[in-house]
C-alpha cells in the first residue's frame, strides 16, 4: 500500500471534516506505536464522527476525540485521537480546512 494520500474522509460531530492518510495510519499501527489498532480502524473513524472532543490547553490547534467501546483490546475501554485542526490554500488559493488525526490509540479510563 502506498504511504502517500488520504485514506479516508468524514466529518465530526460539529460538522468539521477531518481525514486520516495512510502515512498516519502506518504511523499509528506501527508495531514500536500502537499496534492494536489494527482491527480497530473503523472504531477509530466512529470516535471521530460521535466521540466528545477536548481541546488542547498548550495547542489551541490540537483536539483529543474519545470514544467508549466494549469489544477493545485487553482491559481498553476507550479509542483516544488526536487531530490537529488547521489550513491550506486551496487550488484558487484561498483558505480551506486542514484538519487530520495524528495517532490514535486505545486507552483504559475509569
Known amino acids: 500500500m502506498a504511504l502517500t494520500g488520504t485514506r479516508w474522509t468524514t466529518n465530526d460531530r460539529y460538522g468539521n471534516e477531518i481525514y486520516l492518510t495512510n502515512e498516519r495510519w502506518q504511523h499509528i499501527i506501527d508495531s514500536i506505536n500502537h499496534p492494536e489498532m489494527k482491527y480497530y480502524e ?15 490547553t498548550l495547542n489551541p490547534q490540537k483536539y483529543r476525540y474519545n470514544q467508549i467501546f466494549d469489544d477493545l483490546y485487553l482491559e481498553n475501554t476507550h479509542i483516544i485521537a488526536i487531530v490537529l485542526f488547521g489550513f491550506k490554500e ?6 480551506t480546512a486542514n484538519n487530520y488525526i495524528v495517532t490514535a490509540y486505545q486507552k483504559q479510563i475509569g
Not at 42 to 56: A, P, V
Not at 90 to 95: I, N
Open 42 to 56: 473503523e472504531h477509530l473513524r466512529t470516535s471521530i464522527r460521535s466521540g466528545r472532543r477536548t481541546q488542547d
Open 90 to 95: 486551496d487550488l484558487e488559493g484561498k483558505p
